[in-house]
């Protein structure tokens, strides 16, 4: 028992002298203000509506995110290696998640793409991410399976049953998401900007004939669309009160707690965040929480240029590319640039699904930031 605490410590000074200092502050930085604002935009009055008790939801993220920083320095105490080896057993596991989705689905304003568990619903998408970007790095890293097209038709055929489960859902977010990361990845891997555009055209106007063939399936992406290009087509109250406690919220806030969207907007604590981090602290808060993430994905793309093994080269990239659109993409629909989406800003939005599929991305990025042993 002595000599197994003491290897145990050993391995956890040994974790502590090789990681990433300054992006495990980053990420747990993310996941305190993430708990902070679930509080702000959390009100007793949502949570007396939604659940009759007082300050649940604060409580359940606070949950979430003791899950997510468990996963995460789980994670990366491994080494590379192991990762590398058990990608395609996460990845398996994964996919049966979000094919379990079509037998166990609870459909939610006409898209079925949760699982009902005791505590919450869970989103197998945001499992399936990581996972997903993984098995593609090794298909297109793994030099024995062939030349470089070959590799990347095997990685496409990923892509395309990827895309076939989440259309079927519908979820156009995640499948445009996923699509744009597999062609980055590709992009990496040395393909020509020719071979680039074509498949991106392909996948896209794949995806736009899928929604055009089955559009009375996707029917509310016809709405959010019209509603995006002439708001007076449609009921656009949610981006527009959001936008609204932006400008009244200013450089600096309104000060917490008397903010209004929270009580106003039903998905403020999860998509619109952000508008209620401006209305309450300010534009200066957002800047801060985008610096932030920013600076973590500089961090990781500095290691990303010095990193030799292609695998985890990709892995740094294609990671890092996922949790950055993503914020962008939440940031544009809070700023009504872009058409709701429905997705949550890594870490900062409620959500355990989100915080857990965080948890394994930021995990596996330390691992593959930590220093490399002499």
């Not at 996707?218 to 959001?242: C, E, H, M, W």
């Not at 999860?270 to 610096?291: C, K, R």
Request: hydrophobic letters at 55%; aromatic letters at 14%.
């Amino acid at each position: 028992m002595i000599n197994l605490g003491r290897t145990n410590t050993d391995r956890f000074a040994l974790w502590w002298r090789n990681i990433d200092k300054l992006l495990l502050i980053s990420i747990l930085s993310l996941i305190f203000l993430g708990i902070f604002f679930a509080y702000a935009s959390t009100s007793n009055i949502a949570s007396e509506k939604i659940y009759k008790t007082d300050y649940l939801f604060i409580v359940k993220q606070i949950l979430f995110a003791s899950i997510s920083v468990l996963i995460l320095v789980s994670l990366s105490l491994l080494d590379p290696k192991q990762i590398e080896k058990y990608c395609i057993l996460g990845f398996v596991i994964a996919a049966f998640l979000l094919l379990s989705v079509l037998i166990f689905g609870v459909e939610v304003k006409g898209s079925k793409r949760w699982i009902n568990l005791i505590l919450f619903r869970f989103q197998p998408v945001e499992i399936y991410k990581p996972f997903f970007v993984l098995l593609c790095s090794l298909i297109i890293s793994n030099l024995q399976i062939g030349d470089l097209k070959l590799r990347i038709f095997y990685s496409f055929c990923a892509l395309f049953f990827s895309l076939l489960l989440l259309l079927n859902q519908p979820d156009v977010g995640q499948s445009l998401l996923i699509s744009s990361v597999w062609l980055i990845l590709i992009f990496v891997s040395g393909i020509s900007i020719a071979v680039l555009l074509s498949l991106g055209s392909v996948i896209f106007f794949g995806i736009a004939t899928a929604i055009l063939l089955f559009s009375e399936r996707f029917s509310y992406i016809f709405k959010r669309l019209k509603t995006f290009v002439d708001p007076s087509k449609g009921d656009n109250l949610q981006t527009q009160k959001a936008l609204d406690a932006i400008k009244q919220g200013g450089f600096t806030g309104r000060g917490i707690g008397e903010g209004i969207l929270k009580e106003k907007v039903p998905e403020a604590h999860t998509d619109f965040v952000l508008a209620v981090i401006g209305e309450e602290f300010g534009i200066l808060m957002i800047l801060v929480i985008f610096l932030i993430i920013t600076f973590i994905f500089l961090r990781i793309f500095s290691q990303f240029n010095n990193e030799n093994n292609h695998f985890r080269k990709l892995v740094l990239i294609g990671l890092s590319c996922l949790v950055y659109l993503q914020s962008i993409i939440n940031l544009g629909v809070t700023l009504n640039i872009l058409p709701n989406k429905g997705m949550t800003f890594p870490f900062i939005s409620y959500g355990g699904s989100s915080m857990i599929g965080c948890g394994i991305i930021f995990g596996i990025l330390l691992c593959f930031t930590k220093r490399k042993l002499s």
